[in-house]
Nanobody
Framework: QVQLVESGGGLVQAGGSLRLSCAAS????????MDWFRQAPGKEREFVAG????????YYAESVKGRFTISRDNAKNTVYLQMNNVKPEDTAVYYC??????????????WGQGTQVTVSS
């Protein structure tokens, strides 16, 4: 059974940094693209960033380009989201998701339980 466990969330001041981690188990991690999503109160879940299985290709929402970086360590079965220069509007529950294939195609089959990120102004 595939499990995705996020960690690293918390309270951070605007302009600060935070790194989220998502540890995967249950299948060959290096075969699958991974993504980060977020959901703010009263809003729909939105795509944040994605990375291909090899780590070669990355994709970002316009709202986080230049501030967030997605990366992965296939030896550790972990995907990361480095969040720099955070803003209050980044406050949300952040989820990682595993794709069905090696490329980012926005087709998911597993989700983590989420980690809360709160940015104070």
């Amino acid at each position: 059974q595939v499990q995705l466990v996020e960690s690293g969330g918390g309270l951070v001041q605007a302009g600060g940094s935070l790194r989220l981690s998502c540890a995967a188990s249950g299948r060959t991690f290096s075969n699958y693209a991974m993504d980060w999503f977020r959901q703010a109160p009263g809003k729909e879940r939105e795509f944040v960033a994605g990375v291909s299985a090899s780590g070669r290709f990355t994709y970002y929402a316009e709202s986080v380009k230049g501030r967030f970086t997605i990366s992965r360590d296939n030896a550790k079965n972990t995907v990361y989201l480095q969040m720099n220069n955070v803003k209050p509007e980044d406050t949300a529950v952040y989820y990682c998701a595993s794709e069905r294939g090696a490329q980012v195609s926005w087709d998911y089959d597993y989700w983590g339980q989420g980690t809360q990120v709160t940015v104070s102004s």
